[in-house]
């Protein structure tokens, strides 16, 4: 599977939205983008994934460049529940998800 | 309709004891993963496993971890002779489908090993 590049942390203010990036320069065609996140103390949780067209669900919205080789996870509106470690992952043929470091986000008050 | 279930959800064991972690995958899911964490990292694969089948064991280590999936109950992550090193958290997911870049992993809440 392919790497991803994602910054260690960021922070944001409760309301906000928050745009999380993800570089993936070695991507290849098959290969969908998805993003999870780990609430503290918690099992990871599916957000999001796509492979080229923007996708949006109820938690979150997927922008992804048009050459693949980055994409940016979008929290319209940030709550204090939105705290948490977001995993931007490459999955192809593999079954398996391979996590990164991930980002952490602080959201305040 | 339950989720992943994980048990015990914290399990403290002593040098040398064995740790038996248990995971339900979700109703009608029968495809079980197994992650480890270690305290302030990231999640590392472990093993991938079908009914009665292990299907990828690329991340398990080579002596002391087995892991089973029976054709019925859960599967279960076997921590023979433990050392503290073995200390994490351990979490297990399901899925519905086989092989496919779209499914979604559901993950449990994790099972907390404490080797003393």
């Known amino acids: 599977d392919a790497k991803t590049t994602q910054p260690n942390s960021m922070e944001s203010n409760e309301e906000e939205p928050v745009h999380l990036p993800c570089n993936h320069s070695?991507?290849?065609?098959?290969?969908?983008i998805h993003w999870y996140r780990q609430l503290p103390s918690q099992g990871p949780e599916y957000v999001i994934h796509?492979?080229?067209s923007n996708v949006n669900n109820r938690m979150a919205s997927l922008a992804i460049a048009e050459d693949r080789k980055s994409s940016t996870l979008i929290l319209h509106r940030a709550t204090l529940r939105d705290a948490a470690v977001y995993y931007c992952?490459?999955?192809?043929?593999?079954?398996?998800?391979?996590f990164g470091t991930g980002t952490r986000l602080q959201v305040f008050p | 309709n339950a989720g992943v279930m994980q048990n015990p959800r914290h399990l403290v064991r002593r040098r040398g004891q064995e740790a038996r972690l248990r995971c339900s995958p979700m109703?009608?899911?029968?495809?079980v993963y197994w992650y480890r964490q270690l305290p302030e990292e990231g999640l590392k694969f472990m093993v991938y496993?079908?009914?009665?089948?292990?299907?990828?064991e690329s991340g398990m280590p080579k002596e002391r971890f087995s892991a089973e999936f029976p054709k019925e109950g859960p599967s279960i992550l076997r921590i023979q002779q433990v050392v503290r090193g073995d200390s994490a958290a351990y979490f297990c997911?399901?899925?519905?489908?086989?092989?496919?870049?779209?499914?979604?992993?559901?993950f449990g809440e994790g099972s907390r090993l404490t080797v003393l």
């Open positions: 496993l079908q009914k009665e089948n292990i299907i990828d």
């Open positions: 997911a399901s899925s519905l489908t086989a092989v496919s870049p779209t499914g979604e992993l559901f």
């Open positions: 109703k009608g899911h029968s495809h």
């Open positions: 992952i490459l999955r192809g043929t593999t079954d398996k998800l391979i």
């Open positions: 796509g492979l080229t």
């Open positions: 070695t991507i290849s065609g098959t290969d969908y």
